[in-house]
C-alpha cells in the first residue's frame, strides 16, 4: 500500500480508544466512572422504558453468559430491588471484562452523558486531533467516527473537549449497532451508508485486526501507534504515529 494511493480518500474513518484519544482516559476515567455509577444510575431511571430495555437485553446476554460457562453473577429477578442489583453486578463484571456487547455500551453512554451534562467528565484527544479535523475539513474529506462506544458516548467525548466542540467536524458516527469492528461487513455498511465506495475511505484504528477487516472490505486502513518512542520511529506506509502524517496539507 503506497500512501500516494490515499489521494482518492475522500472520508476519515476513525477509531477512539488509542487513536484519537488516550486509552487512559477511557480505561482510568470512562470505565470506573461508569462502573461506580451504575448502581445509582439504575435505581433512578429503573422504571424509564429504555433502561428497562436495556436491562431485559443485559439480562438475556447474562443468560447466554451463563449457558457458555463463563460464570457470570447470578441473576435474581424476584424484584425490582433484586433486578436493579444484579444489573448493576452483572455489568461492573462485563467493565471488568472490556464486554464490547451493544447493551453495555448503550448503558455505559447513558451513564457518561450525566456524568458530561455535571462537567464531572471532559472529553479528552491527543493534541495533533483538533487541528487535523480542522485541515482535513479544510481539504473537502469527511470524518466519520467507528467506536464499540455508543453513538451517544462518542458525541458527549468530542463535544466537550479542550478545544471545543469537535463534533461540528465529523458527519457521521458509527457503534456496534453497525456490527463487530472486526469483521469487514460492518466496513462495508458503512460505505454504503454514506454512499460512498470503500476505497475513497481511509480507516484509522490501533487494533490491527481492525485494520485488516476495513482492508479486506476494500478500504485503505492504517494502524494507528501512539505508543512507541519518538526515537524509534520508522515511516512506513503501513503505521503511523500522529494524524501529522495524513494528509498533512
Not at 460512498?196 to 480507516?203: K, N
Amino acid at each position: 500500500m503506497s500512501r500516494v494511493e490515499w489521494d482518492q480518500v475522500r472520508v476519515l474513518l476513525l477509531d477512539i480508544e488509542g487513536t484519537t484519544t488516550p486509552i487512559e482516559f477511557v480505561y482510568k476515567t470512562l470505565f470506573p466512572y461508569s462502573s461506580r455509577n451504575v448502581g445509582a444510575f439504575l435505581s433512578q431511571h429503573f422504571a424509564d422504558v429504555e433502561v428497562r430495555n436495556l436491562v431485559e437485553e443485559l439480562k438475556a446476554q447474562n443468560e447466554q453468559d451463563n449457558t457458555a460457562g463463563l460464570q457470570p453473577p447470578v441473576w435474581l429477578s424476584d424484584s425490582a430491588k433484586a433486578c436493579v442489583s444484579s444489573a448493576a453486578a452483572y455489568v461492573q463484571w462485563l467493565i471488568a471484562k472490556d464486554s464490547k456487547c451493544t447493551p453495555l455500551k448503550s448503558l455505559q453512554g447513558k451513564i457518561w452523558q450525566r456524568g458530561f451534562a455535571s462537567a464531572e467528565l471532559h472529553g479528552e484527544v491527543y493534541p495533533d486531533v483538533p487541528p487535523a479535523f480542522a485541515r482535513w475539513r479544510g481539504q473537502q474529506r469527511e470524518i466519520c467516527i467507528y467506536s464499540s462506544g455508543s453513538v451517544l458516548a462518542q458525541q458527549l467525548l468530542f463535544r466537550t473537549v479542550a478545544s471545543g466542540d469537535l463534533t461540528l467536524h465529523i458527519a457521521g458516527f458509527f457503534d456496534t449497532q453497525t456490527g463487530t469492528k472486526t469483521s469487514p461487513e460492518s466496513y462495508a455498511r458503512i460505505a454504503e451508508s454514506r454512499e460512498r465506495a470503500p476505497r475513497e475511505f481511509l480507516f484509522v484504528s490501533d487494533a490491527p485486526k481492525e485494520v485488516k477487516a476495513a482492508r479486506t472490505a476494500g478500504m485503505y486502513s492504517v494502524l494507528c501507534d501512539r505508543s512507541t518512542p519518538a526515537s524509534q520511529l520508522q515511516v512506513s506506509s503501513e503505521t503511523i504515529h500522529t494524524f501529522d502524517e495524513i494528509f498533512p496539507s
